[in-house]
């Protein structure tokens, strides 16, 4: 949950962010009852706009509703009216034989052994882990530096162009990057499920 301290403390180390905080509502973010259900989510939505996304996200909940214990059980039809690549069903096959690890991260808070144990599962790579360290887990100071929208909204915001004077801001939000992240996905106007 976003506090008022989160958010004093970021109006204080960035003006441009300050801005950005006040012309827009506090984001959301809840926390996760399903880590799998989440990572399907996510890579459901890697490279494909939001509104896309959604629209996806939103077939594949009705299939995953009746078949949530063998996901893989899928005929050829049923994945292509989902919306899904061959390449995304089969990382989310990749998901449903892994899904006890993936459980597993709920005791876990140390993010080093939790990035460790994602990279593991083909299809999960560094952003799918970003949104989980976000959405699922619900840490603070997580900087998605693979998510466009987020790199391009800043760039557009704060004038800049390198990758590395994108970091160097991004250091001003610690420890609340993810906060920071969340305010400039909603200046988007963006409608991600969180």
Do not use: C
């Not at 403390?9 to 959301?28: G, R, T, V």
């Not at 619900?138 to 800043?154: C, R, S, T, W």
């Amino acid at each position: 949950m976003i506090t008022k301290d989160h958010i004093v403390f970021l109006s204080k180390s960035d003006k441009i962010l300050k801005k950005i905080i006040e012309n827009n509502k506090i984001p959301m973010i809840s926390k996760s009852k399903d880590f799998v259900l989440d990572l399907y989510k996510y890579i459901i939505f890697q490279q494909i706009s939001t509104k896309a996304g959604n629209s996806v996200f939103k077939r594949f909940l009705e299939y995953y509703e009746k078949n949530k214990d063998n996901i893989s059980i899928w005929n050829e039809n049923e994945w292509k009216n989902i919306g899904l690549s061959h390449q995304k069903k089969g990382y989310i096959e990749n998901i449903y034989h892994t899904r006890q690890t993936i459980y597993d991260l709920e005791k876990s808070n140390d993010i080093n052994n939790i990035r460790n144990q994602l990279i593991k599962i083909k299809g999960i790579g560094n952003w799918t882990i970003d949104m989980f360290l976000i959405f699922s887990k619900g840490y603070l100071d997580i900087f998605p530096e693979g998510d466009l929208a987020l790199i391009n909204v800043i760039k557009n915001k704060y004038q800049v162009d390198s990758m590395k004077e994108i970091l160097e801001i991004s250091k001003k939000w610690s420890p609340y990057k993810t906060v920071a992240t969340l305010y400039l996905w909603e200046s988007l106007d963006d409608d991600f499920p969180n």
